[in-house]
């Protein structure tokens, strides 16, 4: 039975799903992919190739995906730092990763089977074609994105989701330990002493992008403090506010900065104007200034709302398969079963949780859904 499940069209995955949104790859910057992301409220958007619809060509339709850690470790980068306004008007190209891979273009009738292999074999997404468009261009959203109604995202979430639904065929595999299955990976590439200047994180968050997966802030004896994830960095209140925090302060202070709702912690603003000003990124401490002054002028036009929309506004919260905004990381321990690990990263709406001493509360690694998905695959194996 379970070999049926996976004979299934990959096209199954996508009931449900929207259309994937996105850029064209030669008109877009970076601050045009900024300000769509941040008005779309979506946390990837698709870049598109601008020869997907011409005749005669079997172009790949998604050049790469994009999301605001993107633009932020760009910010970050050396020269960008120091002339972030220069910086957001370079073209998106610039953000997309170099190789290929990571977004793979199948066809609907594609197996799920042959589609799980894709995402073994190191795809982060798989863009399948739902319907045709009738034209060749892209209907432009208001905020000026194109609806490529044509596409829809899947994710390893969705892999595992279906998969999940299904447990009971894979019985008794998934009640094992998720030390017994092997799981359990090193998690010292993602890793980050409280400490280390937030500048440090930039490699680890392109890793942690790649594996969509996050970075752990941990103490000097290797305590699990919390984690800063692609999709915090995203949910924050400025891009450049951040990139700011980012340039001046350190791990720890970093990730409690991300995860303050709300306006921030006047200590930390004054730390990194201080910061700014030492390293004589003017620039940035203009832009940062002009935003902060913004947010606050936004918070006081809330003041002024009666006390029931006061109750009833909730701090946005960023859902994705690479992370969410919290103070507290989603954590397992080695014994942990391979059904209970996926039924909290489902509910959490993470794709990965950090595997913790259950004495101390010391980091031993991480699982996640990339490693799940290849037991899944190794079930099935022998009956193929």
């Not at 190739?49 to 050396?78: Q, R, T």
């Not at 199948?106 to 894709?118: G, I, N």
């Amino acid at each position: 039975m379970a070999v049926s499940l996976v004979l299934n069209e990959v096209s199954d995955l996508c009931i449900g799903k929207p259309p994937l949104r996105s850029l064209p790859l030669s008109a877009a910057t970076v601050g045009d992919a900024l300000l769509a992301l941040k008005r779309g409220g979506e946390p990837h958007l698709a870049v598109l190739d601008p020869d997907w619809a011409s005749p005669g060509k079997k172009a790949v339709a998604v050049a790469g995906k994009i999301c605001v850690a993107d633009i932020l470790c760009f910010l970050c980068s050396d020269g960008n730092l120091a002339s972030p306004a220069a910086a957001l008007e370079r073209p998106v190209t610039a953000l997309l990763p170099k190789g290929a891979g990571l977004v793979r273009l199948v066809e609907p009738q594609f197996s799920v089977l042959e589609a799980l292999d894709l995402i073994v074999d190191g795809a982060q997404n798989l863009v399948i074609p739902i319907r045709s468009l009738g034209r060749k261009k892209l209907d432009q959203g208001g905020d000026g994105v194109a609806t490529a109604a044509k596409f829809c995202w899947l994710t390893h979430e969705d892999f595992v989701r279906y998969f999940f639904n299904s447990i009971a065929l894979f019985c008794p595999i998934p009640t094992l330990s998720i030390d017994d299955l092997g799981l359990v990976q090193s998690a010292d590439a993602l890793t980050i002493r409280h400490d280390e200047p937030g500048l440090s994180l930039l490699p680890l968050v392109r890793r942690a992008l790649t594996e969509q997966a996050a970075v752990a802030v941990v103490t000097d004896d290797g305590q699990l403090l919390g984690d800063i994830s692609p999709c915090a960095l995203s949910a924050r209140y400025n891009t450049v506010v951040v990139a700011a925090g980012i340039a001046t302060l350190k791990a720890g202070d970093l990730m409690a900065f991300i995860d303050h709702y709300g306006s921030p912690p006047e200590s930390l603003v004054r730390a990194i104007k201080a910061g700014l000003k030492e390293k004589g990124l003017q620039e940035m401490l203009h832009l940062m200034e002009d935003e902060l002054s913004s947010f606050s002028n936004s918070s006081d036009d809330d003041d002024e709302s009666s006390g029931e929309e006061k109750r009833l506004r909730r701090p946005s919260k960023c859902f994705s398969s690479t992370g969410r905004r919290s103070s507290e990381p989603e954590v397992c321990h080695p014994g942990s079963s391979l059904v209970a690990v996926m039924v909290q990263a489902l509910v959490h709406r993470v794709s990965y949780l950090w595997v913790v001493d259950e004495e101390d509360y010391g980091l031993i690694g991480i699982v996640t859904f990339a490693d799940m998905l290849c037991v899944f695959r190794e079930l099935l194996q022998p009956s193929l």
